[in-house]
């Protein structure tokens, strides 16, 4: 579970529930049926309009993307991994990295050390995994591109909701005792949009391209890491290649340690 997308939603339910509190609003105003249904079918129909049905079955999964945990690789682990590899590699050959290869749990490692066992040139090589890696991105780009038009879309609805809300305040101005409920009730369709749009598509949308960031950058440590496996560089300046990939924070740190081990 990621504790920061539950605990973000937490704190705009809060925010908006208790200042709606503060301000002397009622809560169980936001359960208006008529502002919910503008708000959240309006945007389901202005997506459907805007993207393709295969694009929109992938809905339900980015929905769980983002509530789920991103699991990788982490950045040490992988230098340590590529370290060892470059090792065996020099003294046994690459046809030593056979019996590891089923034991990479991850595909796209996996596929790449397949290639360069199978005597691929280190060209193709390349160029096949920076080829999955731009695929990969245009298909995160897509999926977080739905949630940013959500929330594009979501505001203005809400505009829609309250121009709707006041035509039906305005039929009745006889009635003096509803008028001011029927106003109120007007903006709530206006107050459900904006929530939508900048608490949660728009931080949806954001959360989709960090992790689709996170992803590439380990992917990119993986092909430097494969290539550095093929041109057959020593393990120490396959360590200083990849540790570029490292913050300069956690570097030091890594370095300190190093230091503490030697002595």
């Known amino acids: 579970m990621e504790k920061s997308t539950v605990l973000g939603l937490c704190l705009g339910l809060i925010a908006v529930i208790v200042g709606m509190f503060l301000k002397g609003a009622s809560p169980i105003a936001l359960l208006n049926s008529a502002?919910?249904?503008?708000?959240?079918?309006?945007?389901?129909?202005?997506?459907?309009?805007g993207f393709s049905m295969e694009e929109m079955k992938l809905f339900p999964k980015l929905m769980k993307i983002v509530f789920?945990?991103?699991?990788?690789?982490?950045?040490?682990?992988?230098?340590?991994?590529?370290?060892?590899?470059?090792?065996?590699?020099?003294?046994?050959?690459?046809?030593?990295?056979?019996?590891?290869?089923?034991?990479?749990?991850?595909?796209?490692?996996?596929?790449?050390?397949?290639?360069?066992?199978?005597?691929?040139?280190?060209?193709?090589?390349?160029?096949?995994?920076?080829?999955?890696?731009?695929?990969?991105?245009?298909?995160?780009?897509?999926?977080?591109?739905?949630?940013?038009?959500?929330?594009?879309?979501?505001?203005?609805?809400?505009?829609?909701?309250a121009v709707i809300g006041l035509i039906a305040a305005l039929s009745n101005l006889n009635n003096v005792e509803e008028l001011g409920h029927l106003i109120s009730a007007a903006f709530v369709a206006t107050l459900l949009g904006i929530f939508c749009g900048y608490v949660l598509w728009h931080p949806i949308a954001n959360k989709l391209k960090q992790k689709s960031k996170k992803e590439v950058e380990i992917r990119l440590m993986m092909v430097e890491g494969l290539l550095s496996i093929q041109s057959g560089i020593s393990s120490t300046a396959v360590q200083q290649k990849l540790m570029v990939f490292i913050p300069t924070s956690q570097r030091d740190k890594t370095d300190a340690k190093a230091g503490k081990a030697d002595e």
């Open 68 to 161: 789920t945990e991103q699991k990788m690789i982490p950045k040490m682990e992988l230098i340590n991994m590529f370290t060892e590899w470059v090792s065996i590699t020099r003294r046994e050959g690459l046809l030593a990295m056979e019996s590891k290869v089923e034991e990479i749990s991850d595909p796209f490692l996996r596929n790449g050390m397949r290639m360069i066992i199978d005597g691929n040139d280190q060209d193709f090589v390349h160029d096949v995994l920076m080829e999955d890696i731009h695929a990969m991105q245009e298909r995160h780009r897509s999926g977080a591109q739905i949630f940013t038009q959500a929330g594009t879309y979501a505001p203005t609805l809400g505009v829609l909701g």
């Open 35 to 49: 502002a919910l249904m503008i708000i959240f079918v309006g945007t389901a129909a202005s997506l459907f309009i």
